[in-house]
């Protein structure tokens, strides 16, 4: 059973604090690995994807990736209010075309 | 603009009906797949479609049915055979494993 583990949370982090995201993966044959932003009641939105070891920046959002540890993080600078969200950790195996999801951990920027 | 709809956006059923939930996208995404949320819960995999014509059980098929005709196409069908179809379904496509999601369908039977 290929499982992606991610704790349900609440983070809560004060505005403009890093906010720190992880999720670990069982298969260590894993190849892709993304980040879903969900808002309550609508629909995952894709914010970072990555692929091999190291670090992925874009704007406030940095992407780790660690496969040795099969762990996968996701850095949030300047945290605001709006990113309060549940965030979807989601690993793609090798062989697959599907992904696999965590079940996500619930932001909570406070102002 | 391009992406991925869904309809309706709130559906309600009565117990032993069948329904058909839509989901288009004019991406030109060759993969597409059905995932059911409960609340609390990660996505399930319902149905994935790589290709037209062709599709595949994901981890919860039992009591759901696709089809996939055309390209753009990709319908859900929950039949009375399932037994807890209160949920969110979210429809998606996929262009080199990043998978981008449709608004989704919140089903409720009444």
């Known amino acids: 059973q290929k499982e992606v583990e991610q704790n349900s949370g609440p983070l809560s982090v004060p505005e403009g604090a890093i906010a720190s995201l992880n999720c670990t993966y069982s298969?260590?044959?894993?190849?892709?690995f993304f980040w879903y932003r969900q808002y309550s009641g609508k629909s995952p939105e894709l914010i970072m994807s990555i692929y091999s070891n190291g670090d992925k920046e874009d704007g406030r959002f940095t992407a780790q990736l660690n496969k040795a540890s099969q762990y996968v993080s996701l850095l949030i600078r300047d945290s605001q209010p709006s990113d309060s969200a549940t965030y979807l950790c989601?690993?793609?195996?090798?062989?697959?075309?599907?992904?696999?999801f965590g079940t996500g951990t619930r932001l909570l920027v406070s102002p | 603009d391009g992406g991925i709809t869904q309809s309706p956006k709130y559906l309600f059923r009565k117990e032993g009906q069948n329904v058909t939930l839509s989901c288009e996208q004019n991406?030109?995404?060759?993969?597409m797949y059905w995932y059911r949320q409960d609340p609390g819960q990660g996505l399930r995999l319902i149905y994935y479609?790589?290709?037209?014509?062709?599709?595949q059980k994901g981890d919860i098929a039992e009591g759901y049915s696709v089809s996939r005709e055309k390209k753009e196409s990709f319908p859900l069908t929950v039949t009375s055979a399932q037994k807890n179809p209160t949920a969110f379904y979210l429809c998606?496509?996929?262009?080199?494993?990043?998978?981008?999601f449709g608004p989704g369908t919140r089903l409720t039977v009444l």
């Open positions: 991406l030109n995404h060759d993969a």
């Open positions: 998606a496509s996929s262009y080199r494993n990043e998978q981008f």
């Open positions: 989601a690993v793609s195996f090798v062989g697959f075309q599907k992904l696999v």
């Open positions: 479609s790589q290709i037209v014509n062709d599709f």
């Open positions: 298969d260590r044959g894993s190849q892709s």
